[in-house]
C-alpha cells in the first residue's frame, strides 16, 4: 500500500516542442526536479529544433478547457504555469482556465519568441496577454525582447518595460540574459514597490528553453509553499546550475540539464 503523501501539483498550460528542450517537457523536468509533479495539458504543438522553429499549431478553445477540467476535477493544484499561448484566443482560453483554479498562484512565462528568433505568437498576441492575462498572474517573467513586446517598447529597457507592465500585473521578474551588463542582471518589481536585482554570473552560449525551467520551477516553489521572492531566487539559482550543466545534442543551442549530474 502506498503510505507516501502527494507531491504538490503544478497545472502547466504549454506547447509540445519535439526536440524536448522547452515546451511541456522543460516543465515537467523541472517541476519534478522541485519535488512537485506536473499536470501539463497541451497548448500548441510546434516544429522546432535546437536551432529555430519554423512552425506551430495551436489546439482549439475546447480540447484545452477540456484536459484542465479533467485535471482540476481529479486531483488539487497548488499552482499554475503558463507557457506558450500563441493566439489572442488562446491567451482568453488560459484567462478562463485560470478563474476554474481559484486561488492556486499563477506563474506566467509569456513566450513570444524562441532564442533562434522564431516568432511562437500570431498578431496582437502580445497586447491581449498585457491587457487581459496579465491582471490575473501572480507573477509573470518575460525576457526582455518579451517584455518589449508586451510593453509596446521595442527599443525600452527593463525599468521602461517595467514602469508600463506594472500597471497590469502584480509582480515581474524580467530576465537578464538579453540585458547588456557582463553580468546576468534579474530585475524583480513586487507588488509593494520595492524593486530587487538579482545578479549572476553569465555563462556561455545560447540556450533552448532556459525560459522555461525558470518559470517552471518557480511554479513548483510557490506550490511547496515559498514566498515570491525566496521562490525566485531558488528558481535562478536551479536554472542557472542547468545552464551550466547544458548539453549540445543537436546543431543549435545547448539544452538545460535538468536533473543533476550523478
Known sequence: MNRHNSRPIVLCLSGHDPIGGAGLQADIEAIAAQQCH???????????????????????????VAQA??????????????????????????????????DAPVVCDP?????????????????????????????????????????????GSADDCAEVLLKHCKNLLITGGHGPENELHNRLYLADGSRHTLIQQRLPGKYHGSGCTLASALAARLALGQNLHSAVQSALDYTWGCLRDAEAPGKGQYIPRRFPLA
Open 38 to 64: 506536473a499536470a501539463p495539458a497541451i497548448t500548441a504543438l510546434t516544429i522546432q529544433d535546437t536551432v529555430n522553429v519554423s512552425d506551430f499549431r495551436v489546439l482549439d478553445h475546447d480540447w484545452i
Open 69 to 102: 477540467r479533467a485535471i482540476l476535477n481529479d486531483v488539487p493544484v497548488a499552482a499554475v504555469k503558463l507557457g506558450m499561448l500563441g493566439t489572442a484566443e488562446m491567451v482568453r482560453t488560459a484567462c478562463e482556465v485560470i478563474y476554474m483554479t481559484a
Open 111 to 155: 513566450v513570444l519568441r524562441a532564442e533562434g528568433g522564431g516568432s511562437l505568437g500570431e498578431g496582437d498576441v502580445g497586447y491581449v496577454l498585457r491587457e487581459e492575462l496579465l491582471p490575473l498572474a501572480h507573477v509573470v517573467t518575460p525576457n526582455l525582447p518579451e517584455a518589449q513586446i508586451m510593453a509596446g517598447l521595442p527599443n
